[in-house]
């Protein structure tokens, strides 16, 4: 799975409930996640805390960014011939395309944007520890 992020996701408890299930669901399976995180400054030491805590028991491997731009309404997440994309800042909606040139399409596109923060997200973590699993 490849997933970019919305900061909205975090702010509602009912989301929250909803990733956390979700999130359990793909560990049970294996499914190991790359996720590109924006953030603001105000938000370091909760992805710290993730980073350091979380990460590798959920199988997830992310970039953090710290970028207003980034800062998105929707969130995008690409799997199998599918790409996703759920607004989740006041109703879910959720509009799935299951097609393989334009899933390839954001494939290259989060490919891009991943090798594009690995230095700020390198820089951000360079003394965080994670927990072994």
Do not use: C
């Not at 400054?41 to 992805?47: F, G, K, L, V």
Request: proline share 3%.
């Amino acid at each position: 799975i490849l997933l970019i992020r919305s900061h909205f996701d975090s702010k509602r408890p009912e989301i929250k409930k909803m990733t956390a299930s979700q999130i359990v669901d793909q560990v049970k399976r294996g499914i190991r996640a790359k996720v590109l995180n924006p953030i603001k400054e105000s938000q370091i030491n909760e992805a710290k805390k993730l980073f350091e805590k979380y990460d590798k028991s959920r199988l997830v491997e992310e970039r953090f960014i710290l970028e207003p731009k980034m800062i998105l309404p929707s969130q995008i997440l690409i799997y199998g011939n599918k790409t996703s994309m759920t607004t989740i800042k006041e109703s879910v909606i959720t509009t799935i395309i299951d097609n393989y040139d334009i899933t390839q399409t954001f494939r290259m596109l989060f490919s891009f944007m991943w090798e594009l923060s690995t230095v700020q997200h390198n820089k951000i973590v360079k003394n965080w520890k994670q927990e072994e699993v």
